[in-house]
Nanobody
Framework: QVQLVESGGGFVQAGESLTLSCAASGKISSIDTMAWYRQAPGQQRKFVGI???????NYADSVKGRFTISANDAKNMMYLQMNKLKPEDTAVYYC?????????WGQGTQVTVSS
């Protein structure tokens, strides 16, 4: 079992920056990759970016060049640095941990970007 808790969401103006955190606990040694997703009102949850245990990252085209995912050496914290935020980035952001045969989600944190 892996437990995930996101934090750092809030209300910002367009063009500003925000950093989200995801704290992992439990059997973190079983985690293969960790990812960020987001869900805007009335829309499906969408992929934002992913980081492997080797630190390799990949991003959705919509955030590439603006968002950066990182993790600490202990692999129990993952971050999402979001720069140049746009109103369309407004969503609930979720952390996801992928293990071999399952995946786990956090409860989400709200990010609101005002124009």
């Amino acid at each position: 079992q892996v437990q995930l808790v996101e934090s750092g969401g809030g209300f910002v103006q367009a063009g500003e920056s925000l950093t989200l955190s995801c704290a992992a606990s439990g059997k973190i040694s079983s985690i293969d990759t960790m990812a960020w997703y987001r869900q805007a009102p009335g829309q499906q949850r969408k992929f934002v970016g992913i980081i492997s245990s080797a630190g390799i990252t990949n991003y959705a085209d919509s955030v590439k060049g603006r968002f950066t995912i990182s993790a600490n050496d202990a692999k129990n914290m993952m971050y999402l640095q979001m720069n140049k935020l746009k109103p369309e980035d407004t969503a609930v952001y979720y952390c996801k941990a992928n293990v071999v045969i399952s995946s786990y989600w956090g409860q989400g944190t709200q990010v609101t970007v005002s124009s």
